[in-house]
């Protein structure tokens, strides 16, 4: 296995972005980041082999949940829809854009805690099924369907 420095370096912008995410606070994902590095180090061994990027995202969930349960709650923003790339768009572009992601962002926000978390980890985080599970602690199959059911109701939501 790796040092935990060069899980850092390769892992810390992932994790970062995915506790961010989930808090909506910087500072917060921050504390959280170092909490999720100092209990892998602490866990190294106790790692059994496998997706060592899987193994981190399950222990920034669990203190994530470890967090949450002091009394904080997922809240998801249009800015992780945003793309930061330097593009020029026009105007009404960026408006017109910018509401339709406030509106699905507003959406997420309404779905349960499994079914937003299983959208964010597949498709704003970009893990596959079976990380996704891994991350949650549930079966893939279950995990596909809380995303195909996310999927479904933010469909149905935004076509209202």
């Known amino acids: ?12 912008n992932d994790v970062y972005r995915f506790l961010l995410t989930m808090t909506k ?3 917060a994902a921050e504390d959280l980041l170092q ?3 100092y209990k ?3 866990n ?11 193994w981190l995202f399950t222990i920034a969930r669990n203190t994530f949940i470890d967090d949450f349960r002091k009394n904080k ?9 945003k793309d930061d790339n330097g593009m020029q768009f026009a105007l009404e572009d960026i408006v017109v854009t910018n509401d339709i992601v406030d509106h699905i962002a507003e959406i997420i926000n309404k779905l349960p ?7 964010i980890l597949k498709d704003f985080r970009g893990l596959t099924y079976e990380e996704g599970a ?11 369907t809380l995303v195909h059911r996310a999927r479904k109701t933010i469909r149905l939501e935004y076509k209202e």
Not at 44 to 54: C, L, Q, S, V
């Open 44 to 54: 190294m061994d106790a790692y059994t082999g496998g997706n060592i990027k899987a």
């Open 35 to 37: 909490d999720t590095f």
């Open 113 to 119: 805690l499994n079914q937003r978390k299983a959208i």
């Open 134 to 144: 891994e991350i949650m602690e549930i079966k893939s199959s279950n995990f596909k």
């Open 25 to 27: 606070d910087e500072h």
């Open 40 to 42: 892998a180090f602490i």
């Open 1 to 12: 296995m790796n040092s935990i420095e060069d899980l850092f370096k390769l892992y810390a």
């Open 73 to 81: 709650r997922i809240v998801v923003s249009s800015d992780i829809f």
